[in-house]
């Protein structure tokens, strides 16, 4: 009879087990198809006029408002390449927009993502943006090679815009001035592409650049004050944030008109591009990042360089006394891991390193072999901030090893 009430006791107490993990089971699927894919959720940011730094750091994709922590994909224009582009951890997408045919017999109007001298592609821009605004929170910058291809692509990115699909920042490049070294007119003319973009997309970050050419023996020419000064008129009257390209090779020669340039308005930001050979200088960058505010400044550069930036800097910190803390994102991270993190720590016996993964830009497996590289580098100065369940994998992985 005692063994009968005991084993009912039981099975109650198992059936209550079930319903109770049935219900969690539930609430978890519900909570999790509430949001499948998780936006852009601070409407002030996710839009194609927001400050970069602010969606991005709204994002968590970068700690604070720095534009070295920014990382570029460039000419991420094919279907493979853009692929390859929305696979990687890499923040903002940067393409190519052309004219399908260009300038021959077979001109058809449509914008397509390519580099001159190509002038087909098997990506139209409306795929481009389909794809990448579909699957992906990244950034996207676009560089019009040509004024043909300006008109089309503003249209569309309106009526993307127009129906909700455009929650993120967008910047519109050209070069639209002469810049040094180069004796002819290839850029794209100036008045009319700021008048399509006041009427068709005044909203996105401009990128209006001089186009350049750089030559080893004349090291030192470089940006005229008159080139800078006729940049600001052009602009200066404009409402929209304004983000400068400037070839990063030249820019320490030519720094009191872009220092000038930036005191102009508080809505100016500088892009620091890099040449395949252009020879950059990590002394001249770190002059430039002295003499500005670091959101200033967007570093779209080779990565070598980078990577010696970042240790440069970090010359600057040692011998301090106070304890230091860097902060990394494990995604843009990658192979070159265990040597940053090292980096680090070497500059003070007191540093430490907090390796940060946020979730929505990609899955743990993406960043495990970065995850264990800092943790092999050392074990008591790198923390993490991790979500629970890369916390889980990442413990699982050790315990593995
Ligand atoms: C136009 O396209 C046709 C068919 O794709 C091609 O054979 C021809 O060479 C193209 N013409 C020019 C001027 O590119
Ligand atoms: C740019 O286009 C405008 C309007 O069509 C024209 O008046 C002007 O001469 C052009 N500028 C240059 C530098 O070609
Ligand atoms: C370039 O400028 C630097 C600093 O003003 C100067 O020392 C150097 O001699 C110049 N080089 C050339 C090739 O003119």
């Not at 700021?194 to 650049?209: F, I, N, Q």
């Not at 020419?221 to 983000?243: C, D, P």
């Not at 990658?334 to 946020?358: D, M, N, Y």
């Amino acid at each position: 009879m005692a063994c009968k009430k005991c084993s009912n006791k039981w099975t109650i107490a198992s059936i209550a087990s079930v319903i109770l993990v049935c219900v969690i089971g539930l609430v978890l699927c519900f909570t999790l198809l509430e949001d499948p894919q998780p936006g852009c959720e601070q409407d002030a940011v996710c839009r194609p006029g927001a400050d970069m730094l602010d969606y991005l750091l709204s994002l968590g994709q970068i700690s604070q408002r720095d534009g070295l922590l920014v990382t570029w994909y460039h000419a991420a224009n094919s279907q493979k390449d853009m692929r390859a582009a929305l696979e990687s951890n890499i923040m903002i997408l940067e393409a190519d927009v052309n004219i399908e045919g260009l300038n021959t017999a077979n001109e058809t109007g449509v914008p397509i993502m390519a580099h001159p001298p190509a002038i087909y592609s098997d990506n139209t821009l409306q795929q481009w943006l389909e794809a990448v605004l579909s699957s992906s929170q990244k950034g996207i910058k676009l560089d019009f090679k040509s004024l043909k291809a300006v008109a089309p692509s503003l249209d569309l990115l309106r009526r993307l815009t127009e129906n909700g699909k455009v929650r993120r920042p967008v910047w519109v490049n050209a070069d639209i001035l002469k810049g040094p070294n180069v004796p002819i007119s290839i850029e794209v003319n100036a008045t009319q592409f700021l008048a399509l973009v006041k009427e068709k997309y005044p909203e996105a970050t401009l990128s209006p650049g001089w186009t350049t050419l750089y030559v080893p023996q004349f090291p030192n020419s470089t940006y005229t004050r008159a080139m800078v000064e006729k940049m600001q008129g052009l602009v200066g009257g404009l409402s929209q944030r304004i983000t400068f390209p400037v070839r990063a090779v030249m820019v320490r020669a030519a720094w009191p008109h872009f220092s000038w340039l930036l005191g102009q308005s508080d809505r100016y930001s500088l892009t620091l591009w890099q040449g395949a050979s252009d020879p950059l200088s990590v002394d001249d960058l770190l002059y430039i990042r002295d003499n500005c505010a670091t959101h200033q400044i967007y570093y779209d550069l080779f990565e070598p360089v980078l990577e010696q930036l970042l240790t440069d800097m970090l010359e600057l910190c040692r011998g301090l006394w106070q304890p230091v803390s860097f902060q990394l994102q494990a995604g843009p991270l990658g192979q070159s891991t265990a040597g940053v993190v090292a980096k680090l720590l070497a500059a003070s016996p007191r540093a430490t390193v907090t390796v940060e993964h946020s979730p929505a830009e990609s899955s743990y497996t993406s960043v495990r072999t970065g995850l264990l590289a800092a943790r092999a580098v050392d074990r008591t100065r790198v923390y993490y901030r991790l979500p629970q369940s890369d916390r889980e994998d990442l413990l699982a992985d050790v315990g593995r090893n």
